[in-house]
């Protein structure tokens, strides 16, 4: 079905609509003159026909209010939407270790510094690679060069010290080298030369994801990890568009690189 005849069907449907809650209301006053001016008798089918208008309007409010949750439902399916939290990392590690214990087939991470993964799962790695492929995205802490770099910039809109980030990449280079360093292992790493737009967790064919926003201010700082995170699997049009642009920057060497 095309844009305009979905746009088509919606208006009759509408009309349609309008139509029978006029007329139900058109009822009702017809009920309510009934009952004032033919008195006991007027009283007895103005109360019936009253009845039945408002019945006829609870009908309409019923397959409005089904519409609106099948079309809600639709929305959920075509995306993958499963669900979303109000925080990501630590908060909801718990959904991470559920994933990860079943995890088979392929494992994306996509992020700045990814300083909770490491501290969080850093002794996990092995294991995942060897029941799964890991594919992890960090920011290239040198891109795209000059005075301040893409690490730079995350750490001044998060109230950081300059650098922070930078140390928190190098970092995580230097502590999965013998990993990805080894062509055995099934651990690869390479570095974004480009501000990632989202926050990204895939584990097979679910995928975690938030945007990077200005995070809100805490006592600690502006955290990343204080920012929504939702899950969406495949098939599902957001799913699809995740991995495409995973795939998109992993693939490009104008987009990434290996890690010296």
Do not use: C
């Amino acid at each position: 079905m095309t844009n305009f005849s979905r746009r088509l069907v919606s208006s009759l449907r509408q009309s349609r609509g309008m139509i029978y809650f006029s007329l139900q209301m058109i009822l009702v006053l017809l009920g309510a003159l009934l009952a004032v001016t033919l008195g006991s008798v007027g009283v007895a089918v103005g109360t019936s026909v009253i009845a039945t208008g408002v019945s006829g309007m609870v009908v309409f409010g019923w397959v409005i209010f089904g519409d609106i949750e099948q079309d809600k439902r639709r929305a959920a399916d075509v995306f993958g939407f499963v669900t979303a939290f109000p925080n990501r990392s630590v908060q909801i590690k718990s959904e991470y270790d559920i994933r990860l214990s079943r995890a088979s087939k392929r494992i994306d991470i996509m992020g700045f510094g990814l300083n909770s993964l490491r501290e969080d799962y850093a002794g996990s790695f092995r294991a995942w690679a060897n029941r799964a492929e890991v594919r992890i995205l960090l920011v290239d802490p040198e891109s795209p060069g000059g005075q301040f770099t893409y690490a730079d910039l995350r750490d001044n809109e998060e109230g950081n010290s300059r650098g922070r980030t930078s140390e928190e990449i190098l970092r995580f280079i230097d502590d999965t080298r013998e990993l990805w360093d080894n062509p055995q292992v099934a651990f690869s790493l390479r570095l974004a030369k480009t501000i990632p737009s989202v926050n990204m967790f895939r584990i097979d064919e679910e995928s975690f994801w938030g945007p990077y926003l200005i995070s809100p201010p805490t006592k600690h700082g502006r955290a990343s990890r204080n920012l929504p995170t939702l899950i969406v699997r495949s098939p599902g049009y957001m799913f699809d568009r995740l991995v495409d642009h995973f795939e998109e920057i992993w693939d490009n060497d104008q987009l990434s690189r290996a890690p010296a």
